[in-house]
């Protein structure tokens, strides 16, 4: 089965920050995204990579940034985290070969204090 | 922007009823997906329907999918205590595109 691991389950920062959410599948996928997930809002998608070094905004870019060097590992920048940062974040992966569903991580609980 | 919107946002049923949960959409898409989470916990796919698919079955699941009114719907027939959790549509932006958009979720509440 594909494994898609987020490295925390549970992160605590400080207001301002720089916070990592790092990201790795086992499956070779080229697709890879990050949403955020608030209660009655469902999740949002924040930034999504079709290949290494390739990213593209999804519809809440702001204050996240992406990097994504290897194809294996996609990791959500926090710049300087603040309180409306706090949220579930939840990975995803799918192969570009035609794969068509997504794969989750568990997901990182982040409170910005 | 959201793309999805399922309803209801909550549903209660006992054991053995059936749940039927609703998705609307916005825009063209390539297929509709659905997909389960369990509290906190992060989301599982159960079915796809392709655009040119009117029907499926996978198990107690049956999805629709009716593109002229850009809609699909999620039954879940004898339903049992297990099946609580949230339930979300996820549509793709159409033909070759890789970013996926999801509703706001259908919380489902099985009673035993």
């Known amino acids: 089965d594909v494994k898609v691991t987020q490295s925390s389950r549970y992160l605590v920062k400080r207001t301002g920050e720089k916070v990592f959410l790092e990201c790795v599948q086992d499956m070779d996928h080229e697709n890879m995204f990050w949403y955020r997930q608030d209660p009655g809002l469902g999740l949002r998608l924040i930034y999504f990579s079709y290949d290494v070094k390739m990213k593209e905004k999804g519809d809440i870019p702001e204050g996240y940034s992406v990097s994504r060097e290897k194809k294996e590992r996609f990791s959500l920048i926090l710049e300087s985290a603040s309180t409306n940062q706090t949220s579930m974040y939840l990975c995803?992966?799918?192969?570009?070969?035609?794969?068509?569903?997504?794969?989750f991580g568990s997901g990182t609980q982040l409170s910005v204090l | 922007s959201q793309q999805g919107e399922e309803d209801p946002q909550a549903l209660s049923i006992q054991e053995g009823e059936n749940a039927t949960m609703n998705c609307s959409y916005k825009?063209?898409?390539?297929?509709l997906q659905w997909y389960r989470q369990n509290s906190g916990r992060g989301l599982v796919h159960l079915i796809l329907?392709?655009?040119?698919?009117r029907e499926k079955h996978s198990g107690r699941l049956r999805v629709t999918l009716d593109t002229s009114k850009k809609s699909s719907s999620l039954l879940i027939t004898a339903s049992r205590a297990a099946d609580t959790a949230s339930y979300f549509c996820a549509t793709d932006a159409g033909w070759g595109r890789n970013d996926m958009r999801f509703g706001a979720g259908t919380r489902l509440t099985v009673k035993p």
């Open positions: 995803a992966s799918r192969s570009g070969q035609g794969g068509e569903k997504l794969f």
């Open positions: 825009t063209s898409i390539n297929n």
């Open positions: 329907i392709r655009s040119n698919e």
